[in-house]
């Protein structure tokens, strides 16, 4: 199991209400009121927690895992952190950009009068610790394996 998943994992048993996203657009995260790095300044991701972490486990590549996830409309201050290897946590984002293109009706803002403040349909993602693999299944799709990747989502 990834230090993603297994973040994802923890960050769940934390709050749940995690598990619901919904997807942003560029537009969207370009109009928020914290940049993409935010995390940089916390007390978790920041460089003395970077370099504490980077002296035991020298050699891997760290990058600040988030959940909920940048590219969806709950990111940001609140969010679950957590460093982990860079090249899990890209592993995740590829999988979920995967998983946003084989369901890219999520990416398209619901109709007019739907009700709410969401603006988008939402989805729920679900670590995997068991599979290596990655699934994700839309309504309008069977389900599709997107890769050896760490992340379960499901619409």
């Known amino acids: 199991m990834s230090g993603a998943t297994n973040h994802d994992l923890d960050a769940f048993a934390a709050n749940p209400g995690r598990a619901w996203a919904s997807y942003a657009s560029k537009d969207d995260r370009d ?26 486990r020298p050699g891997v590549a760290l990058d600040c ?11 940001g201050p609140g969010a679950s952190l957590k460093l982990i290897r860079g090249d899990y946590n890209q592993w995740e984002g590829n999988a979920l950009g995967n998983f946003f293109g084989v369901c890219s009706h999520l990416t398209q803002p619901l109709p007019s009068g739907s009700g709410g403040t969401q ?5 729920i993602i679900a670590p995997n610790p068991v ?6 299944y ?7 394996r997107l890769g050896p990747h760490d992340l379960v989502a499901f619409v």
């Open 131 to 136: 599979s290596p693999r990655t699934l994700a």
């Open 119 to 123: 603006t988008r349909e939402a989805f």
């Open 65 to 75: 895992d988030e959940l909920p996830y940048w590219s969806t409309e709950q990111a």
């Open 31 to 56: 109009a928020r009121q914290f940049s993409r790095t935010w995390y940089n300044s916390t007390t978790t991701c920041n460089p003395a927690a970077r370099a504490a972490e980077q002296q035991q």
């Open 138 to 144: 839309c309504r309008r799709s069977s389900v599709v």
